[in-house]
C-alpha cells in the first residue's frame, strides 16, 4: 500500500523527462511516457496485490504542510480509492497506446498528459479535502492546452467551455470546503471536517455547493452540456481520459467529500439528485440517438452511463454506492475503448466522423479489427452479461429500488435507450453497406475507399486488447473489485450517510 | 528621542543603501562612464544598482525585528520586514528585466530613480506614524511618476505619466487633508491614535470626512475602483519595468501601509471597525468592475491593468481582515501577485523588444519564438488566475478563508470572498485567452522570429517563476512568519 504515492511522484517526474525529452525526439518523449505510463498502473497493481480489505481508510502518508492553514499533505486509501487507481493506471497506459500518431509537439503532449493523469492519482488517493481540491485544480489545467493544441472539431470553443465549467465548478467546491472550514473550525482533514459541527441549515447549504460543484464535473443533467463537446473536441487520447477519468473525479468528489461530511444535505437534496441523474440517463440517451456525429454519440452515451453512478450516489446504501464505483471502473473502460475506435480507428483513417459519410464505407470489410472491438464495446455499453456494465448497472438499479422504485424504472428505461442508440451508431458506422467491397468504390461516396486505410497498428491492438480484456474480467468476476469497495463502505464515514434503503 | 540617531541610523540603513546606491550610480556614470557605448554604460550601472538592493536586503535582515523606533515614526515588526523585504525583492526583479525590454534614452538615470522609489517604498512599510507615512508615500510616488514617463519615444509614456500624476497629486492632497483632520481630531501623528478614530464605530462628522480622504488616496494607490482609472493607461503607457514595479512593489507597500493604519486602532470593544462597510464597498467595487472589464480587452498590459483592479478587491479583502487573521495572507497575497505581475510585464518587455505591440494576438507563436518566455508567461498568468499549486492560488484562498472566518457566509467580508470565488472563474476565461495566444495559436506568418531575451532578464523570469512554484509548493515559508 505505501507505494500508492509514488504513483503521483513518477508520473510528474515522467511527465518531466517527457518533456525535456520531446525537444530532442519524439520516440524517445512516447516511450518514456509509456513506461511512465506502465510504471504508475504496475505500482497500483502492485499495491492492490498487497490490499487489505477493510473499513476506513488506510493512511499512506500525513505530515504537516500548511500549518496556518489548517492543510496537512495527507494522502491515504481504501477499497474505493484502490478501485479508481488502478483504473487510472489501466486508462492512462492505454491512452498513451492511443496517442502514438501525435507527431506535433509530441514532448509537451506527453508533458501535459502525464500532468493530468498525476493530478488524477492525487485526487483519489487524497483525505484532507484543500490536497484533493489542489490536485483536482491541478487536473484542470492541462484538458485546456491538451484539447486546445491538440484537438479537432471546433476544439477552442471545447477547450475553454470545458475548462470553464469544471472551474466554475470547482470554484463551488471551494466556497463550500471554506464554509465548513470557518464554521467547524477545524482543520481541511476530511475526518476533521466531517466532525463538524453544523446545523442542518448550514449543511444543506454546504451540500449543495459541494455537490454541484464536484456534480458538474461528473456531467448532471443539466450542466453536462460541457462534456460532448470537450468529449468531441480532444485528442483521442484526452477524450478518452476525460470521458474514463476525468469525469469520475467528479463522481468520487460527490462520494468522498459531500457525502460524509453533510449527510443532513444528502437527506434534503436526495430526490433533487436522484430525478437530475435519471433525466441526464434520459436525455442523454435520447439525443445520442439522433447524432449524426459519431463522436457526440459516445459523448452523449458517457453522460447518460454517468448519470447511473450519479443515481446510485443518490440511492444512498451500500449495494447502490457500490454499483456506483463500480460503474465508474466499468464505464472508465468502456468509454475510453468506444473513444478509442471512434477517434483513433476510424477517425484518423477516414477523417469523416458523420455516420452518414460512414455509412457508405464497408467499413467492417476496410478495419475489421475496429469493427469487432466496436461491437464488444457496444455490448459492453449495452450492459449486457458478461461484460462490466452489467454488475454494475444491475446492482445500481436493485439499489435504487430499494431507496424509490419510481426511480430505478425510469432509470431503466434507460437502458433500453443505451441499447437502441449503440446499435444505431454500430449498424450506421460499421455495417452501413454491408455489401461488397466494390459498391463503396464505385457509388463514389465520401472518398474512394479501397483499403487505402493504414492498417491497425500495435499500439492501438495491445490498447484495445487491455481494456476489453478488462471489461470481460469484471464482467465475469465483479467480486474482484467488489471485494474492495464493499468493506470500504462500511467505515463510520460512510455509514452515516448510507442509512437509508439497507435491508 | 534620547539616543535616537544612532538607533534611527541603524533602522534605515536599507534605505540609506538604496539612496546611496542611486547617488553611486550617478556619481559612477558622470566620472567615468560618459564616453563608453550605451551597452556597456548600462551594465555597469545595473551592476552597482543590483549591488545595492542586495545591501539593502542583507541590512533589512540584519536590523530585524527592532520595534518601534524614533519616537513612533517607525515600526520594524515582522510586517515591516516582510513588506521590505518583499519590495526590495522585486525591485531586483524589476531591474533584472530592464535590459529585456527596449531600451531607453537615459538609461542610468531610470535605474537611479527606480533606486529612489525603492527607498521610498521600503519606507512605507515600516511608516508607524501619518509624517513618517505621508513622505514615504510621496517619495515613492514620485519617483513612480517620473519612472512611468521616461521612455521619450511613445507619447503614450508621456501622456500615462501625466495621467498619473495629475490623479496622484489629487490623491496626495487628499490625504494631506485627511491626515491634517486626523490629526485635529487627535492632538497626535501616531498612527495607534488615528487608527483608533477611524475604527470608531460611530464616529462624529469630521472623522467620517478624514476616513473618507484617507480612503480615497489609498484607493487611488493600490487602483481600487472608483479610483483605478490611472492604472490602464499607465500599465499601458510606462515602460515595461515601471509598470513591473508599479505593479507589483507600489502595491505590496501600499496595502501594507494601508492596513496598518486601519487596524492601528485595534477592534474597539471587538466590534467591528467602522471603516469596514466602506472598504467593503470598495472591494466590491473592484472586484466586479476589474473582472468584468478585463474581459473586454485585447491589449494585454491593459488586461493586467483591469486584473490588478480585480486583485486590488481580493487584496482588500485581506486587509479588512487583517485584524483577526493577521498581516500573513494580506502580505503573501500581495507579495505572490506582485512576483507574476512582474513577471508578466518582463515577458511584455521580451515581446515588445522584438518588435511587438501590446496585444493579445502579438503573443501568438511565443511557444516558438521563445520557449523560455512562454512556459513563464503560463506560470505566471496560471498563478494570477490562482490555479494549485502556485502561490496564486494559495494567496487567494488564505485571504478567502480569513475572510468567512471573519464573519460568515452572511457578514460583509464572507459574502465578499464567496462572489470573489464565483468571480475567478471569470477572470481564468481572460487569462486562458492569453495563453492561448502564447501557447495555441501558430506564430504569425512572416513576423516572428525567434526572441533573444538578455542573460538578466532570462535569470530574473525564471527566478520569478521558480518562486511562486516554491511559494506555492510550501507557503508556510511566508506564511510561517506572521
Known sequence: MNLLPWTIYLTLGGALLALAAGARSAAAARWLALATALAGWGVTLLAAARFAPGPGLQTLVDVAWIPELGVRYHLAADGISLTLVVLTGLAATAGVLFSWNITERTGEYFALYLLLIAGVYGVFLSADALLLFAFYELAIAPKYFLIAIWGSTRREYGAMKLVLYSFAGSALVLAGLLWAHAASGAGFDLADLAAGPYTVGEQVGMFALVFLGFAVLAGLFPFHTWAPTGHVAAPTAASMLLAGVVMKLGAYGCLRVALPLFPAGLAFWQPVIAWLAVAGIIYAGVIALVQDDFKFVIGYSSVSHMGFVLLGLAAANAGAVGGAVLQMFSHGVIAGLLFAVVGRMVYDRTHTRRLRDLRALPLHRLLPFAAVTFVLAGLASMGLPGFSGFPAELLILVGAWRTSPVWALAAAAGVVLAAAFTLRAMQLAFFGRAGRLTDAVTSGAARPAVAPYQPITWPERAGALLLLGATLLLGLRPDLLLNWITPSLQSPLFQAVLKGGAP | ?482
Request: hydrophobic fraction near 60%.
Open chain 2, 1 to 482: 528621542m534620547n539616543g535616537g540617531y544612532a538607533i534611527l541610523a541603524r533602522a534605515l540603513a536599507p534605505e540609506a543603501a538604496l539612496v546611496a546606491g542611486a547617488l553611486a550610480v550617478l556619481g559612477v556614470d558622470l566620472a567615468w562612464l560618459k564616453r563608453h557605448p550605451a551597452d556597456a554604460r548600462r551594465r555597469a550601472v545595473a551592476a552597482v544598482a543590483a549591488l545595492a538592493v542586495v545591501a539593502a536586503i542583507g541590512l533589512a535582515l540584519a536590523v530585524g525585528r527592532i520595534g518601534s523606533v524614533a519616537g513612533g515614526a517607525l515600526r520594524l515588526d515582522t510586517l515591516a520586514l516582510a513588506v521590505r523585504l518583499g519590495v526590495l525583492v522585486l525591485t531586483l526583479g524589476a531591474l533584472g528585466i530592464t535590459p529585456g525590454a527596449p531600451a531607453l534614452r537615459h538609461p542610468v538615470e531610470y535605474v537611479a530613480v527606480m533606486l529612489f522609489a525603492a527607498a521610498g517604498l521600503a519606507l512605507m512599510a515600516a511608516a508607524d506614524q501619518l509624517l513618517s507615512a505621508f513622505l514615504a508615500l510621496e517619495l515613492a510616488s514620485l519617483s513612480l511618476y517620473v519612472l512611468t514617463g521616461f521612455d521619450k519615444t511613445r507619447p503614450e509614456s508621456a501622456e500615462a505619466a501625466l495621467k498619473y500624476f495629475l490623479f496622484g497629486g489629487m490623491a496626495a492632497a487628499f490625504l494631506l487633508f485627511g491626515f491634517s483632520l486626523l490629526y485635529g481630531l487627535t492632538g497626535s501623528i501616531g498612527f495607534a491614535e488615528a487608527g483608533a478614530v477611524l475604527a470608531a464605530p460611530h464616529a462624529g462628522p469630521l472623522a467620517a470626512v478624514a476616513l473618507v480622504m484617507v480612503l480615497v488616496a489609498f484607493g487611488f494607490k493600490i487602483a481600487a475602483a472608483p479610483f483605478h482609472l490611472w492604472a490602464p493607461d499607465v500599465y499601458q503607457g510606462a515602460p515595461a519595468p515601471s509598470a513591473a514595479l508599479i505593479a507589483s512593489a507600489s502595491k505590496l507597500a501600499g496595502y501594507a501601509l494601508f492596513a496598518r493604519l486601519l487596524w492601528a486602532g485595534g477592534r474597539p470593544g471587538g466590534a467591528s471597525p467602522g471603516w469596514l462597510t466602506v472598504v467593503a464597498v470598495l472591494a466590491g467595487a473592484s472586484l466586479l468592475l476589474g473582472n468584468l472589464v478585463a474581459l473586454a480587452q485585447s491589449d494585454v498590459r491593459r488586461l493586467l491593468a483591469y486584473s490588478a483592479i480585480a486583485h486590488a478587491g481580493a487584496l482588500l479583502l485581506g486587509v479588512m481582515t487583517a485584524g483577526r487573521a493577521g498581516f500573513g495572507p494580506l502580505v503573501y497575497y500581495a507579495a505572490t501577485y506582485g512576483l507574476a505581475s512582474l513577471g508578466a510585464f518582463g515577458v511584455l518587455g521580451a515581446v515588445a523588444r522584438a518588435g511587438g505591440g501590446g496585444r493579445r494576438e502579438d503573443l501568438a507563436g511565443l511557444h516558438r519564438r521563445s520557449p523560455l518566455l512562454a512556459a513563464c508567461l503560463a506560470v505566471f498568468v496560471l498563478s494570477l488566475a490562482g490555479i494549485p499549486p502556485l502561490a496564486g492560488f494559495w494567496g487567494k484562498f488564505a485571504v478567502f478563508a480569513a475572510a468567512l472566518q471573519f464573519d460568515g457566509p452572511t457578514g460583509p467580508a464572507g459574502g465578499l470572498a464567496l462572489a470573489a470565488i464565483a468571480l475567478t472563474a471569470v477572470a481564468l476565461y481572460y487569462y486562458l485567452l492569453i495563453l492561448k495566444q502564447a501557447l495555441v495559436a501558430g506564430p504569425p506568418s512572416g513576423g516572428g522570429g525567434r526572441i533573444a531575451v538578455p542573460a538578466p532578464a532570462a535569470v530574473a523570469l525564471v527566478a520569478a517563476a521558480g518562486l511562486l512554484v516554491l511559494l506555492g509548493l510550501f507557503p508556510s515559508l511566508v506564511l510561517g512568519w506572521f
